[in-house]
């Protein structure tokens, strides 16, 4: 999905699962940037994942979790400014994200997270 030209509109037919996982997916992607010490691709990883969270905060205006997608944004955004690359703090924004609903919490263990 090219993220760069998705609509608010779009993004908000998605449900709450969809639009995590998609995030998430992300978040995956940004693992291997470790084994590779590719600091650009994670980089990148983060600034789509966090685009997508924009989209999904956008969308659920009225959401009781959406205190916590905001916190969750400050803490991938802190990761994203401080330039370092910190595997076990992007595993906890990982591990996290996914356990905001009991339908995505069952992909962390799978993801090795």
């Known amino acids: 999905m090219n993220h760069s030209s998705l609509t608010s509109e779009r993004w908000a037919r998605f ?3 969809q639009q995590i996982l998609q995030i998430a997916a992300e978040m995956h992607r940004a693992r291997h940037s470790f084994q590779s010490l590719d ?3 994670l ?6 994942a966090l685009r997508l969270l924009d989209l999904t905060v956008e969308a ?3 959401s009781p979790l959406r205190r916590e997608l905001l916190r969750w944004r ?4 802190g990761l994203y ?3 370092e690359m ?3 703090a992007h595993d906890l924004a990982l ?3 996914l356990r905001l609903n009991a339908e995505t919490n069952l992909h962390a263990e799978p993801l090795g997270v």
Do not use: I, K, Q
């Not at 400050?74 to 955004?77: D, E, G, L, N, S």
């Open 95 to 97: 591990r996290t994200l």
């Open 74 to 77: 400050y803490f991938v955004a």
């Open 39 to 41: 600091e650009a691709y």
């Open 43 to 48: 980089r990148n990883c983060y600034e789509r």
């Open 15 to 17: 449900t709450f699962p």
């Open 60 to 62: 659920r205006m009225r």
């Open 81 to 83: 400014a401080s330039g």
């Open 86 to 88: 910190d595997a076990a």
